[in-house]
């Protein structure tokens, strides 16, 4: 006898998706919170440290909120979220780059002239230019045609979005590492599935 399967109640529809999002973020910056790795690192680290986890939690919410996925954040209203989430992430990186900048000065210029030894620094020069040019490309919104608008802003969030999943997973630091990687293939897929469909499906 075949069985039907019986619809979610309208309130749990809404409430898991915010649910998943929120087990997402909330394990790495909880299990990251609590790392033995802060135990000897001052206030500027640490503060530059949190900033760029935190940016790379809001990279998950920037194609959810693009793409109207969150419920009751879609359509005007998701879009507005989305820009001021495209704001505390221009604040973020800023915050990360001023951390690193006092905690070790010598070590953030060799990153920014790309003449650091180490792999996620390149990434990380990478992600922080992406993002400022993002800003400018939005700031430009009315001086360029629509269509190489929306085409340059995916681009970039394209590029700011990888680079930086690859600039988190080469460190070993505050951040555990199976939640952090749960965290970055979210980041991976979110803004994958924005893309397809908001370029390709809806039209």
């Not at 790392?35 to 001052?42: H, I, M, Q, V």
């Not at 900048?101 to 650091?116: G, H």
């Amino acid at each position: 006898m075949a069985t039907s399967s019986l619809p979610l109640p309208d309130g749990l529809r809404r409430t898991l998706p915010w649910l998943f999002v929120v087990a997402l973020v909330a394990v790495p910056v909880g299990l990251a919170a609590g790392s033995p790795w802060l135990a000897y690192r001052g206030f500027a680290y640490i503060t530059g440290g949190f900033a760029g986890i935190l940016a790379l939690c809001l990279l998950l919410a920037q194609p959810l909120l693009a793409a109207g996925y969150l419920p009751g954040l879609r359509g005007p209203r998701g879009r507005l979220w989305h820009r001021r989430a495209g704001v505390a992430l221009l604040a973020l990186a800023a915050l990360h780059l001023a951390g690193l900048w006092v905690t070790s000065p010598p070590d953030t210029l060799d990153a920014l002239l790309l003449r650091a030894p180490t792999p996620f620094s390149l990434w990380g020069f990478v992600s922080l230019w992406g993002i400022a040019l993002t800003g400018v490309l939005v700031a430009l919104r009315r001086h360029v045609p629509s269509r190489g608008w929306r085409w340059a802003h995916n681009a970039l969030a394209a590029l700011v979005v990888l680079a930086t999943v690859l600039h988190a997973v080469q460190i070993e630091g505050a951040m555990e590492l199976w939640s952090k990687w749960a965290l970055c293939l979210a980041v991976l897929a979110a803004t994958v599935a924005a893309l397809v469909d908001l370029r390709l499906l809806r039209r």
